[in-house]
């Protein structure tokens, strides 16, 4: 059974900084794209970043020079560095395996449609104020 768990998630004020942690069991993410998406009040579901299998990396605008992601492969950990945070990035963040796969679809019916599901976090709050 594949189970993600994202943590590390609370409240902020702005220009602070938060470090998402997301725990993997049940599969190796060492040869898997993994990522976080964000979902907005504004119910926009965005992909914040990624990281493939190689360890290329990829920023939404929005978040780039501002946000770090990296991952701990021997304790299958991914983890997101929220650094100058501000109050637009307030949303909650869920970890996915193979990001690419649920794009068009978390965009169109928004992120928390895979809350839960297969290769899918619960989410962790982020509040900037």
């Known amino acids: 059974h594949v189970q993600l768990v994202e943590s590390g998630g609370g409240s902020v004020q702005a220009g602070g900084s938060l470090r998402l942690f997301c725990t993997v069991s049940?599969?190796?993410?060492?040869?898997?794209?993994m990522g976080w998406f964000r979902q907005t009040p504004g119910n926009e579901c965005e992909l914040v970043s990624s990281?493939?299998?190689?360890?290329?990396?990829y920023y939404s605008n929005s978040v780039k020079g501002r946000f770090a992601i990296s991952q701990d492969n021997a304790k299958n950990m991914v983890y997101l560095q929220m650094n100058s945070l501000k109050p637009e990035d307030t949303g909650v963040y869920y970890c996915?395996?193979?990001?690419?796969?649920?794009?068009?679809?978390?965009?169109?019916?928004?992120?928390?449609?895979?809350?839960?599901?297969?290769?899918w976090g619960q989410g962790t709050q982020v509040t900037v104020s």
């Open positions: 996915a395996i193979d990001p690419a796969t649920w794009m068009t679809a978390v965009q169109a019916l928004g992120c928390q449609t895979r809350r839960g599901m297969n290769y």
């Open positions: 049940g599969f190796s993410i060492d040869d898997s794209d």
């Open positions: 990281i493939s299998s190689d360890e290329n990396t």
